[in-house]
């Protein structure tokens, strides 16, 4: 825990395992994820509260009316968030919800994207993540719920162009109008110099294409148009869907680098992509969504210490015996003959007691949890599209 | 776990809201931009004033001089043409409106644009007022080329005005029709389909039916209010220019509050 002068700004989201018939999380458990979690205000009462009766600190947070707190029982583990209230909250969206006859598009949908970091938005297909985008940007109706941007609806933002850019859909465009033309439109109707229009091609890389009609433009260059349209205004907020996607190796760095650089100017920045790697890579805080609910809203190494604790890879020609000492401190799994993986315990240990017993290491190093892990592990129940991966004639798996 | 520190944010312009007539300007603006930025509307154009002019030298051409009416002015000539223009102007309306929803440009322009009301007024305002003068410029040009090419018919200002007065009122009409339909249907096809159908189509298949009730409803069709306003004669005899002027008006306003209100309230979908 770190306290930032009198303040301390705490948020984001734990997993806790719960009772596998009941689902219910331990009280205990419960108090102390939301004593490091709780905000500022609340941290003295929280922590009192806390000594004499941890599940006090639950309804600490429950009866305060601006702290947002979310569970999602997900199988075997309870997720739990809170929204602290003395972190800036730029885009708001509160138990929005978008149906289409009978399917729940988005339901129920809370979270909120700060300032000064690079928010993931993940899900699978048909999550709900550019219908809710959309809502966001006041495109599409919300069946009930709200999408703000600083407290306000997109349509009633005083310039809302130069307070949000939105990159929704890189084909939504007239395929006949130049890209010049096409940012021309969008300066014209928000009184935006032609010189702005040209710094932005040129932010962009597209000088070269500019003078020529989209319909010639391959979907990276027509990212770059959609994204060029975005900076236009030079917007603090920055909404991005799927903004890699058609992007060769240097456009993905240039996309990558973009958005870190606008985080670091303190803008907003939320991003959705499939491309678990890249958001791995540029998100400070992921979003994840399935089925139009929510399923984690954290800090992205939050999610990825959600998985468990930190896994070690040994490798020793004496592994069985590196097994018998280690069991003790941790689970450990045969990975191989040779090979171990240990959770729990620091590489560093395994490393003394390999040289305490005399027992050879080829190899000991930390394994890094990937996002698509968590993702995977996160969204498994509320994937509606599964592939079926071919079986050889011979019924032989590969 | 890991402190937040408040962020320096970007240079914060001041949050004052753009009035609504500002905003209703640049939209326009945008609208112009839009139209006239892609060829397809330039060629359009060109090839309906080809048509419609080159309709009107034609009819000057072939016409025997001796055979025109006493009275006859190159006006009426170009009456003969508005229909041709009527039919450029009904298509480069549904065109216009239209293209944002079949290219899913409509998902920028309201982002760009996102108090609707003002984006449904600049687009129709915009719209109208280009395909009436341009309507209007049109049969001008061919009565132009009618008096060309048969002098004795006579020009007269007087005449010209009121001739091109009226074909301006039912072209301005005829396009708030195509724009409400357009924003109705969201597609190029159903919208040419369902403006020409109820314009150029239906007016006169249904006159032709051997029952009163057909011929009823055909006189009060956008398209026999047209025909009446343009060359006197509609469906039924009971038609008048003042029942013809509220058929069309009635119409337009009706397409216009149910295109407009699927603009304003409906999902931004293509």
Known sequence: MRVAGERLDVEGLCVLPVHPVTHAAQPRQVAQALLVRVAAGHARDAATSAAADPVAVLALVRREGDIDLHETCTGPSLLLSVGSPSVRRVITVR??????????????LTFDVEPGAVTGFLGPNG????????????????????????????????????????????GAMHPGRTGRAHLRVAALSNGISRARVDEVIDQVGLEAAASRRIKGYSLG?????????????????????????????????????????FADEGRTVLVSSHLMSEVQLIADRVVIIGRGRLIA????????????????????????????????????????????????????EIGDLAHALGVPLHHLAEVEHSLEQAYLSLTEDS???????????????? | MSATMAMPGPATRTPTRTPTRTVLVRTA??????????????????????????????????????????????????????????????????????????????????????????LLAARACVVVATTTVLGVVLVAGAGLAVWLFLPQLGLPVGDGGRTLAEMGFVFASGSVLAVGLGLLTRSTAGGLVSVIGLVLVLPFLMAQLPYDWAVTTAAHLPGSGALFLIFG?????????????ITLVVWAVAALIAGGGRLLRADANR
């Open chain 1, 95 to 108: 138990g929005l919800s978008k149906r289409y006859g009978v399917v729940h598009a988005v339901d129920d």
């Open chain 1, 127 to 170: 999550a709900g993540k550019s219908t809710t985008m959309r809502m966001v940007m006041g495109l599409d109706r919300p069946t009930a719920g709200s999408a703000t941007v600083d407290g306000a609806r997109y349509v009633d933002l005083p310039a809302p162009l130069h307070r949000v850019g939105a990159l929704l859909d890189a």
């Open chain 1, 221 to 261: 260059m027509r990212q770059r148009l959609g994204i060029a349209a975005a900076l236009l205004g030079d917007p603090a907020v920055l909404l991005f869907d799927e903004p890699v996607n058609g992007l060769d190796l240097d456009g993905v760095r240039w996309i990558r680098s973009l958005l870190r650089g």
């Open chain 1, 297 to 348: 809203d954290a800090r992205t190494d939050e999610v990825l210490h959600g998985l468990g604790g930190a896994r070690v890879r040994v490798r020793s020609p004496r592994a069985a015996e590196l097994e018998e000492a280690l069991t003790s401190r941790g689970p450990v799994e045969r990975t191989a003959p040779d090979e171990l993986e240990v959770t729990g315990v620091a590489a560093t």
């Open chain 1, 383 to 398: 994937v509606d599209h599964h592939g079926r991966v071919p079986v050889p004639a011979n019924g032989a798996e590969r």
């Open chain 2, 29 to 118: 603006a945008a609208e112009w931009s839009r139209m006239w930025s892609v060829r397809s509307s330039w060629t359009f154009t060109l090839v309906t004033a080809l048509v419609v002019v080159g309709f009107g030298a034609i009819i000057g051409a072939q016409t025997n001089p001796s055979s025109v009416d006493a009275g006859s002015t190159a006006w009426d000539g170009a009456r003969l043409t508005s229909m041709l223009a009527l039919f450029g102007i009904l298509t480069l309306s549904v065109l216009t409106t239209t293209a944002d929803h079949v290219t899913g440009g409509i998902v920028p322009t309201l982002q760009w644009t996102p108090r609707r009301p003002v």
């Open chain 2, 233 to 245: 004669e509609g469906p039924s005899d009971d038609m008048t220019e003042a029942s013809s002027r």
